[in-house]
């Protein structure tokens, strides 16, 4: 089991950045791929960004791709969504999630093959 809490959310303006933390408890953290996905009102929930499990493989969504940064801490068990130059677009409620990953470079952007996810933290972003 997984423990995921999420904190760093806030309303911003239009070019602002901030820093998603995800703290996780629980089972080894470095056994899993990380992930944060997002969902807007009104909107499906959709991936945003993951890490594999040692950090060294990442992949982030078009729409996010050279604005947002997803990083991790194996020590302090902790997964980062770095946001910069965010748009009214971006406002949404941010989800980070957990899968055990099959090897050290795996990384998942499907949001059915995840089994831990936070409460989520709104972020919100005015032109």
Do not use: H
């Not at 999420?6 to 089972?27: F, I, P, W, Y």
């Amino acid at each position: 089991q997984v423990q995921l809490v999420e904190s760093g959310g806030g309303s911003v303006q239009a070019g602002d950045s901030l820093r998603l933390s995800c703290a996780a408890s629980g089972d080894t953290f470095s056994n899993y791929a990380m992930g944060w996905f997002r969902q807007a009102p009104g909107k499906e929930r959709e991936f945003v960004a993951t890490i594999s499990k040692n950090g060294g493989s990442t992949y982030s969504a078009d729409s996010v791709k050279g604005r947002f940064t997803v990083s991790r801490d194996n020590a302090k068990t902790t997964v980062y969504l770095q946001m910069d130059s965010l748009k009214p677009e971006d406002t949404a409620v941010y989800y980070c999630a957990a899968v055990r990953g099959l090897y050290s470079f795996s990384y998942y952007y499907k949001e059915s093959e995840y089994w831990y996810w936070g409460q989520g933290t709104q972020v919100t972003v005015s032109s």
